[in-house]
């Protein structure tokens, strides 16, 4: 069990009172109707828990590898204790499928949690080079903004790190996934994490994530979200000089190439899509075919989308409704900008599936566009695949990068080293070939799509200072 009625922020250890009460709604996106309420934080808030996260770091970032290997290893037995908690807050938040949330959004965090516990055991906190030696020490007091569409991967990819290295954190989590969080702040809880190490605060990212990103006292602020809120996060953080991690939108491509498998490889692509809502930042949005492959491309598309089981996340479906009315508008928009535009519809389209007339669902949809059209060059955050033709290898690569964004990119064949010469030309931060997955690989974007790595050895390091002391070896004295 779980509570929906979250009054109190874990500020210092403790599960304390808002300085100024203020509430808001949470809807379950699958009925529209309110679920529970959260606390809004304010500015005073964020200075409590950002006091509490810097008088916690004086000594947490003393603490011994082995002392925070025990923590976390203890946040792990907590985790293993909540995964039904869990899997269940975030169908009711933002309506993934049951089977969704209790596989990959509840295994990410353990993934994420076991991934900081491995690097820390073997990590090289010292090196000496020649006179010098080089210290990694953690940057200090992190304030971490996430959004609500894989809450749990989110969150923990940035705490489990910030942990490890001997960092103190203020999270400000999505208001549309505040269960998740709250759980995740209570484990830490009961796992023993020491008083001030990390704190929560819920509330509006205009005001708490404001706060954070203009904080004095705050030296690094990792965000993931939207283009336009990590443009202003940066300019916020930019008088008080602080790290700034971004992990932002995508608009990435899946090229198939042309062999025997092409229909398999269309067939994953336009699944892929459909998953979660189509609210993965990381999603193959734009999914690049063969022109003289064409019409088997969009039939299997077709197919596929018509294919796809929409409904109540609580049941055996593979799609459930996306997170918020205002997203719903987004993507209902963005499919009639598609039509205006020209773009040919091949499945789904306007309005809500048949049978779900209360809940936020959207039609599975496909478009046959070209890559200067809005649909194609706009992130949507939707189930709405855009197909568009290329006519040779060389033509693919080029659509692929014509894009502001570089997060993600697929390329699916049967040739690997063909796959692999078409990946080493795309500009984008992760590419996996025939689905293939990593946890440890880093994970961020080229261009508009962010700065700075999470995941792995490279979202570890981004907590960490580096300092040079030169002269203080014997050796070399
Ligand atoms: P969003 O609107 O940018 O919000 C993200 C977070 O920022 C929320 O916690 C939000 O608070 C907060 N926020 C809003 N305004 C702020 C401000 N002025 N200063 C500081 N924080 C502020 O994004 P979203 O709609 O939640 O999530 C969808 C976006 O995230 C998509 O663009 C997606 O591509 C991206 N995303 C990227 C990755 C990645 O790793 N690259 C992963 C997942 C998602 P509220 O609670 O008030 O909204
Ligand atoms: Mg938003």
Known sequence: MYSKDLTKFFINGGWVDP??????????PANEEVSGRIALGGVA????????????????????????????QSIQAEYARRTSDLADAVTEEMGAPAGLSGGVHVALGAWHLNTAI???????????HGATLIRREPIGVCGLITPWNWPINQVAVKIFPVLATGCTAVLKPSQLSPYSAQILAEILDAAGTPAGVFNLVQGRGSVIGAALSRHDDVDM???TGSEPVGAQIQKDAADTIKRVGLELGGKSPWIVLDDSALGANVAAATGAMMANSGQTCSAGSRLLV????????????KATAEQT??????????????????????????????????????????GRPDGLDKGYYVKPTVFLANNTMRIAREEIFGPVLVVIPYTS???AVEIANDSSFGLAGYVNGENIAQANAVARRLRTGQIRINGAFDITAPFGGYKRSGNGREWGLHGFAEY?????????SVEYA
Not at 46 to 72: C, G, I, M, N
Not at 118 to 128: K, P, S
Not at 314 to 340: C, H, K, R, W
């Open 464 to 472: 960490l200072e580096i300092k040079a002391v030169i002269g203080g």
């Open 393 to 395: 290898t060389d033509h």
């Open 290 to 301: 063969p022109e003289s492959r064409l019409e088997d491309a969009l039939a299997v598309a």
């Open 118 to 128: 491995e690097i820390l055991r073997d990590f090289a906190f010292e090196e000496q």
């Open 309 to 350: 089981v929409v409904g109540n996340p609580t049941g055996n479906v593979a799609m459930g409704p996306v997170v918020s009315g205002d997203q719903f508008e987004t993507i209902q928009g963005y499919i009639q900008i598609g039509l205006d535009e020209g773009a040919v519809l091949v499945a789904g389209g306007l």
């Open 221 to 223: 602020i990792s965000f």
């Open 45 to 72: 808030d964020v200075d409590r828990a950002v006091s509490a996260a810097r008088a916690a770091f004086a000594t947490y970032s003393q603490t011994t590898r082995e002392e925070r290997l025990e923590l976390l």
């Open 19 to 28: 300085v100024s009460p203020a509430f808001s709604d949470v809807i379950n």
